[in-house]
């Protein structure tokens, strides 16, 4: 598992799969919380597996010490932040 965050946005992925096993998003369903006034969405695979997770307003999510761990976004040219229909994050090796 791991966490990709982009301060500028507060918005973060975890992925929860290794790189090597990601799959395509097949599906995605939006849920939020009133209480904490947080947004995520769930990614789903073909074979409706569970596969990463969209985080907005992260930091209401989240203490400092967890973010600083997080990997960074790349450069906004070279999005998207959620696996391809390749299976992996931009068709690259590594997401």
């Known amino acids: 598992m791991r966490l990709r965050y982009d301060p500028s946005v507060d918005m973060g992925y975890l992925y929860l799969r290794p790189a090597q096993e990601q799959r395509a ?3 995605s369903i939006p849920w ?3 209480e904490t006034r ?3 969405v769930l990614d789903f695979d073909a074979e409706d597996r569970l596969v990463g997770i969209e985080l907005f307003s992260v930091s209401r999510l989240l203490r400092p ?3 600083r761990g997080a990997e960074d ?3 906004r040219d070279s999005t ?3 696996p391809d229909s390749k299976g992996a994050e931009g068709g690259g090796d590594e997401p």
């Open 25 to 27: 998003v097949a599906r």
């Open 32 to 34: 939020s919380n009133q």
């Open 38 to 40: 947080s947004e995520l």
């Open 65 to 67: 010490d967890q973010l």
């Open 73 to 75: 976004y790349p450069s």
């Open 80 to 82: 998207p932040s959620a």
